[in-house]
């Protein structure tokens, strides 16, 4: 199997996962330039005249990526490597529509049974993976839906438009709702990555005469850079790992917002229903400062006029 080289991953970065450009390069170009750390932008590289190296490493880099690049003919890509292939989703996935057919939607005859139920909200609110659910439905509503197979990257396109997650079991959802079935030949977390960055792009295509609704045909049409399966997964492990410290701080930081919030919660109620005694801790609190007599407004004496005349 051909090796990844560092024309291809820089790539990916752009068009794959430019959020987490700067991190990817630092991480690739570090193996053959061992001293060398890439700066976060050309203008920070290019300031550092004083460092005739680092300029003439980095040019080199560039030079060597341009060489094996060619316009990819897609207007959201630009130019890609040039053993890179440009498909469209329909020719690389399978498309799997949502399902809900009932109206009211909210028919409670159609709710709690065994039947995991997500909708818009839990893929938006996935971090990545979908792992817990709210709602079920019973053979009733089963029967109006259909059941998804675990592992199907579920994509938004009515309401919170173009967010993406994976199911992590096997739900059913409706039609505001697409999932996405990669052939072999496509890495999923890959998918998932194009998928996150393709989102403003999404959002643009929403016409706004059919409530910012997405066209299954028309997500199906747009091209998606195709590298080979070994770069595809390269490239996944390179953001996952660059990324999985930010992820982790981030979730130890939202738990502990959750604990501090679920303490000031749990001691208002004992301080409000007497299991908590604060009356001598009060008592030691200093006594308010009065106010000064400078800081008091001073009488308007047109009004006072009025009032005597």
């Known amino acids: 199997m051909a090796s990844m080289n560092p024309e291809s991953l820089l790539l990916a970065t752009k068009d794959v996962a430019f ?8 991480h690739q ?4 330039y061992a001293a060398f750390r890439v700066p976060d932008s050309e203008d920070a590289i290019l300031s550092t005249r004083n460092d005739s190296l680092t300029v003439a490493r980095y040019e080199h880099c560039v030079d060597r990526l341009i060489a094996g690049l060619e316009h990819s003919r897609c207007l959201t890509l630009g130019d890609i490597p040039k053993h890179w292939e440009v ?3 329909k020719q690389v996935t399978k498309i799997l529509r949502g399902k809900f057919t009932h109206r009211p939607r909210n028919d409670p005859s159609l709710y709690d049974g065994p039947y995991p139920f997500i909708q818009t909200g839990s893929v938006a609110g996935a971090k990545k993976f979908i792992t817990e659910y709210k709602q079920t439905l019973n053979d009733r509503g089963l029967a109006v839906s259909k059941m998804f197979p675990k592992g199907t990257l579920c994509m938004t396109i009515a309401a919170n438009i173009g967010d993406v997650a994976i199911l992590d079991f ?19 977390d890959f998918l998932f990555f194009v998928f996150r960055c393709m989102k403003q792009e ?11 609704n997405l066209n299954v045909e028309r997500i199906g049409m747009k091209g998606i850079p195709f590298p080979p399966l070994e770069e595809q997964q390269t ?7 660059e990324t999985g410290a930010f992820d982790t701080a981030i979730a130890r930081t939202e738990r502990e917002i959750t604990l501090m919030q679920e303490y000031r919660t749990r001691l208002t109620a004992d301080v409000v229903t007497g299991k908590l005694d604060v009356r001598e801790a009060a008592d030691k609190l200093p006594d308010p400062e009065p106010a000064s007599p400078e800081a008091e407004e001073p009488e308007d004496e047109t009004e006072l006029e009025e009032v005597e005349g």
């Open 19 to 26: 959020r987490h450009r700067n991190a990817l390069l630092r």
């Open 29 to 32: 170009f570090a193996q053959e």
């Open 87 to 89: 498909r469209p989703v």
């Open 170 to 188: 096997e739900a059913c959802f409706p039609d505001s709702v697409v999932g996405f079935v990669p052939r072999s030949s496509l890495d999923r």
């Open 202 to 212: 999404l959002l643009a295509d929403a016409p706004v005469n059919t409530q910012g």
């Open 235 to 241: 490239i996944t492990k390179g953001i996952e790992a």
